[in-house]
């Protein structure tokens, strides 16, 4: 059975840092477009940054760049999305997401 499994939310203050991980399992991550997907309350989920399965680039929605990094380690098969400067408007579900497969996301709060 496909799975993805995500880990590393929190609450966490306005500036600070989170990272979230990433583990497939029943298929490696190398083969596949990893993307993390948010979905604050109220709102639809929206990409924020993407592995391409093609040539390793990346990408990422306009309102992270510069503070978010998505990477991956393939020797783990795990992908990372690192989150610095972190801004209340961060909050919401994260969601890994390998073609079809979901996973069940984790929560991230920036609060004071």
């Known amino acids: 059975q496909l799975q993805l499994v995500e880990s590393g939310g929190g609450l966490v203050q306005p500036g600070g840092s989170l990272r979230l991980s990433c583990v497939p399992s029943g298929f490696t991550s190398t083969y596949y477009a990893i993307a993390w997907v948010r979905q604050a309350p109220g709102n639809e989920r929206e990409e924020v940054s993407c592995?391409?399965?093609?040539?390793?680039?990346?990408t990422y929605e306009d309102s992270v760049k510069g503070r978010f990094t998505i990477s991956r380690d393939n020797a783990k098969n795990t992908v990372f999305l690192e989150m610095n400067s972190l801004k209340p408007e961060d909050t919401g579900v994260y969601y890994c997401k390998g073609g079809s497969v979901w996973g069940q996301g984790t929560q991230v709060t920036v609060s004071s």
């Open positions: 592995f391409s399965s093609s040539d390793g680039s990346t």
